[in-house]
């Protein structure tokens, strides 16, 4: 039988009347389910699994519910698996989660008929060395960040590409990014919206102290490694705007291409550009 995974975003009351509905559909469609928490509090007598567990049930599908952070925590939570995710949109934005929930089931019967888009998305695989040894590692979705925390204060940074050094300059912090992650906080911050099928990066400073220091876009093959030379208190790498590790002097970041890559369900292909119209309203007066 196969097996669908559904994860959901707390606190949506009208989750309430959909996933039974959604249960319902894949019962009918001969596919199983396994849910996380959140889903199973929605659906009474249904057990639920944290969401690092569900990858063991070895789904052949992922059903999100939510935003785009919803999104990317399953996203890193199926790294290692590239089972493909329907992303239903029930948040703000919705820039990476482009399904409306009218669309469901259409996209999940073009599933079963093997009729359905994959978008493929790079992730980006990051290291962080502490003691010459490496720490804890991630693979994101969307960037890895470097920066302040409660107080508003510059840290040194040290850049280096494929080995090679680039600058060491103060800034309120760095951002490395996926084309996935060039239109959240790198976009923000002035530096350049990238196609999803670019295979590349794109290091861009936070406010740096020298106007000249600007985003680069580097090969998708390279390694950035940025060297925490100078940090103040309360200095953190954040991955996806969700997990958080503190910094101390002399640690070292690496980031390069993962060798994993998310696989995103669409009913029918939505390129960049309609995405740009509809969610940024590029062209609009």
Known sequence: MLLAAIISKP????????LPELVSWLKDHDYG???DLDSAAYLEGERGFERPALPLHQPNLVIVFGGDGTLLAAARAFARTETPILSVNLGSLGF??????SDIYNTLQAWCENA????IRAMMHTELHRDGKIYQEWDALNDVVIAKGTIARMADFSVEIDQQFVATFRADGIIVSTPTGSTA?????NGPIMMPSVNAMVVTPICPHLLTIRPIVVPGESTVTVHVVGVPNETYLTVDGQEAVELYL??????????YSVRLLRHQPNGLF???????KWGER
């Open 185 to 189: 906080y790198n976009l923000a911050a």
């Open 96 to 101: 990476l989660t482009e399904t409306p929930l």
């Open 11 to 18: 606190q949506k009351p009208e989750l309430a009347s959909i």
């Open 274 to 280: 309609n995405v740009l119209r509809s969610k940024l």
């Open 250 to 259: 002399g640690d070292h970041i690496h980031c390069h291409r993962s060798q």
């Open 33 to 35: 389910y396994v849910l």
């Open 116 to 119: 359905a888009a994959i978008d």
